[in-house]
Structures are given as C-alpha cells and as structure tokens.
C-alpha cells in the first residue's frame, strides 16, 4: 500500500499521489516552454522564457504548493510576490532595449 507523506487537514498525499502531481505540472510547464520555442523558431525570433524557464516556474509552483499545505498560506504570497517582480523586473530590462511585445 502506499505510504502517506504529507497529511494534515488542508492535504493528504501519498507517494503515489506526489509524484503523479509532480509528473502532470511537469509536463504541462514543459509543453508550454516547448510550444513557445517552437512558435520563435518558426518566426524568427528570440523569447524570454523557453522550456526550461516554464520547467523551473512550473517546480517552482508545485513545491510551494505542497509546502504552503504544510507551513501556511502566507508562503505563496511570498514566492508569487517574487515571482512577480522578477516578471516586472524582466519586462522594464526586455523594453528598454526597444521591444515592447
């Protein structure tokens, strides 16, 4: 039977459980960052964020998600507070070099 890893009143994860979840937010980020690659290739162009950036973000996400469960509510504020500035951050460096898209 599979042993449970986190269990507490917002989650009760097992093993199986954690890695599935692992495995589809993977996936999704990867096909994201891969599907933007693929249209910059076709169009000539350079991007930010590719498939590995979408991978880190999408890990990134996962694991606050988990640890929120277990640590409170207070640290996905956190992480996406900092996730937000580095997008704002990227954006002021990406159009004072002139593009605005």
């Not at 989650?11 to 910059?40: C, N, T, W, Y």
């Amino acid at each position: 039977m599979d042993e449970i890893i986190i269990a507490n009143e917002m989650l009760s994860l097992s093993v199986r459980d954690f890695f599935l979840r692992l495995i589809v937010a993977m996936g999704a980020g990867l096909l994201i960052g891969l599907e933007r690659e693929h249209k910059s290739l076709e169009k000539n162009e350079k991007v930010f964020a590719g498939i590995r950036t979408f991978a880190i973000v999408t890990l990134l996400g996962f694991m606050t998600g988990i640890a929120a469960s277990a640590f409170g509510i207070w640290l996905l504020y956190i992480t996406f507070s900092g996730l937000f500035i580095l997008v704002i951050v990227s954006y002021f460096i990406t159009t004072k070099k002139g593009n605005i898209g």
